[in-house]
């Protein structure tokens, strides 16, 4: 008897042992990561928009948030990606809806702002890029056609409606939460092919978006959030550089950006298209990336 006493005082001591370390026939289960949000707003961009083969622009999986996200999420795991942006949107419509996308409040801003309320202490990033598409822009007209009204209308209507956008999302989301804009590369460099007269656009395109983006960075700034710098990313004020295009042809190292990351020197019906392709949106993907770890 005790024997038979002490073998079961035994086994007792083995399985109580084994339950309290979590062995006792399955692993100790482990707690699931802190959900948290990455808040992708803006223009086609932020959706990744490429020409399909027949020319026609659409969203794609393979943008710059869809890729700085997968970047984020391998440090991250509980980190959840939602977008509201819209192809074609301007900063009026990011403020009053009317543009292509439709949205509960009736615009983007209004459904970012309603989300971010309802999340409150989940957000970790926003990102946005905003202005492109705005009229007059001076991002996708060559400044030699439209430079006097992108100077002098476009300019200060964007910031002002900037400076609304980035008050009430940083009153909404408050201090701690890390937004990031990003200024623009320079489409018009593709005219450089053209001969001296497009050389000539490139060259002034290069200045009016230079200061474009100095004016979007202020305003990001002012409330702050970091700037992504792509402008700097696609090498946009390098004519000094000289590379050769597949195509043939040696060109400035920043027209080659643009032929090698965007559609701009894509034979038709793909090209030209101003939209970056999916090495394009690494790029810029990596200089958000860049600008969060700053």
Not at 16 to 31: C, V
Not at 280 to 288: D, L, M, Q
């Amino acid at each position: 008897m005790r024997v038979v006493a002490t073998l079961v005082g035994l086994v007792m001591t083995v399985v109580a042992a084994l339950t309290s370390s979590g062995a006792a026939g399955r692993p100790a289960s482990q707690a699931s990561p802190r959900t948290s949000y990455y808040l992708a707003l803006g223009d086609s961009l932020s959706q990744g928009v490429q020409p399909g083969p027949a020319g026609a622009s659409a969203p794609t999986g393979q943008g710059y948030a869809n890729q700085l996200y997968a970047m984020l999420r391998r440090s991250d795991p509980g980190l959840r990606l939602v977008k509201f942006g819209c192809n074609g949107a301007t900063t009026a419509t990011m403020l009053g809806g009317g543009g292509r996308c439709r949205y509960p409040g009736g615009s983007q801003l209004a459904a970012a702002v309603s989300f971010l309320r309802a999340h409150r202490g989940q957000i970790s990033l926003i990102t946005m890029d905003v202005g492109a598409n705005d009229p007059d822009s001076c991002i996708t007209r060559p400044a030699a056609l439209g430079m006097a009204a992108c100077v002098t209308k476009s300019f200060p209507e964007t910031a002002a409606n900037l400076t609304e956008i980035m008050y009430r999302l940083r009153a909404t989301a408050g201090e701690r939460v890390r937004i990031i804009g990003m200024n623009y590369y320079v489409p018009a460099l593709a005219e450089w092919r053209d001969g001296p007269l497009g050389q000539a656009v490139a060259r002034v395109s290069e200045q009016v978006v230079d200061g474009y983006n100095q004016m979007l960075a202020a305003v990001y700034q002012a409330f702050g959030a970091r700037v992504a710098d792509v402008f700097g990313a696609f090498h946009s004020a390098d004519f000094g550089g000289r590379v050769t295009l597949p195509a043939g042809g040696t060109v400035p190292r920043n027209v080659a950006a643009i032929c090698h990351w965007t559609w701009e020197c894509a034979p038709p019906p793909r090209g030209p298209n101003v939209h970056a392709d999916t090495a394009g949106y690494a790029v810029i993907a990596r200089a958000f990336l860049r600008a969060d770890r700053g």
